[in-house]
């Protein structure tokens, strides 16, 4: 457990278990503890390093704004500062639109990516959603004292002061317009989406998303030879706010990370 100094941040990171390297990337207003349930289950076959981005957990904010393309290069400039060539991404939410701006930044650096509950255009998500992120700002941090999040950030936030600073930061970063959609379409770096079948993004965007990676445009053939590179977990019961704890997301991404995935045609 360590601090990396990248980009004029002094960037939190923690490292457990053996194998190859494995970024997890937190939520909103989350840290690293967010993958406390699936941790175990992770470090047992992956070098998993958990990072607290920007403004969250253990890492203090600084003069700049909060923006998935800065904090995409925070991740890069950590994977060097480690000496890693290469590592797999597992980003949530807002952590997954890191973990995709760094793949779409750094193609070289990503071997393998997970994305769970991310939307790879601001207009997936919901409308009423997007209502809730439009309004989140100083007095909606006011608002979530004592939940379970702001007492996580109170114990190990070296500002704790700043956690009405971190909502207004975050929803000038939610009410911004995004649409990677061309950017996705490019990327070769193996993806696999996964969601939750009661999700925040509807189904129709997760089908989008997944085809703009080559996914559920064929047949994959009696024997899987057109199967695309990509793949799609919608996990069972689930919803936006329960997926990075259950133990079906361990079981749905260990094998993509493990097997084989055949590049795009």
Do not use: K
Not at 22 to 27: A, M
């Amino acid at each position: 457990m360590s601090y990396a100094d990248v980009n004029g941040l002094r960037l939190w990171y923690e490292v457990h278990g053996d194998g190859l390297p494995l970024v997890l990337l937190h939520g909103g207003y989350g840290a690293v503890e967010m993958f406390a349930p699936i941790l175990p289950a992770l470090a047992r076959r992956r070098r998993v390093i958990g990072v607290d981005l920007q403004g969250h957990g253990r890492t203090a904010d600084v003069d700049r704004p909060l923006r998935y393309e800065t904090m995409a290069e925070d991740i890069a400039a950590l994977l060097r500062h480690l000496g890693l060539p290469e590592a797999d991404l597992l980003g949530y939410s807002l952590g997954g639109a890191v973990a995709l701006r760094t793949a779409i930044q750094h193609p070289g650096v990503v071997r393998r990516l997970v994305l769970v509950s991310t939307p790879c255009r601001r207009q997936g998500w919901y409308p009423e959603v997007l209502a809730a992120m439009a309004a989140q700002d100083e007095r909606a941090g006011e608002q979530m004292r004592g939940t379970p999040a702001h007492e996580r950030y109170v114990r190990i936030a070296p500002r704790p002061g700043d956690w009405p600073d971190l909502w207004a930061r975050t929803g000038d970063l939610l009410r911004r317009e995004y649409d990677w959609s061309a950017e996705v379409a490019a990327l070769t770096v193996p993806t696999l989406l996964v969601y939750a079948d009661a999700d925040s993004i509807p189904v129709t965007h997760m089908a989008e998303f997944f085809g703009l990676l080559g996914g559920g445009h064929r047949d994959a053939g009696w024997d899987g030879t057109d199967r695309p590179a990509a793949r799609l977990a919608v996990l069972p019961g689930l919803t936006h706010y329960d997926i990075v704890a259950s133990a079906a997301l361990p079981a749905a991404v260990l094998p993509f990370l493990t097997h084989e995935v055949r590049p795009p045609q």
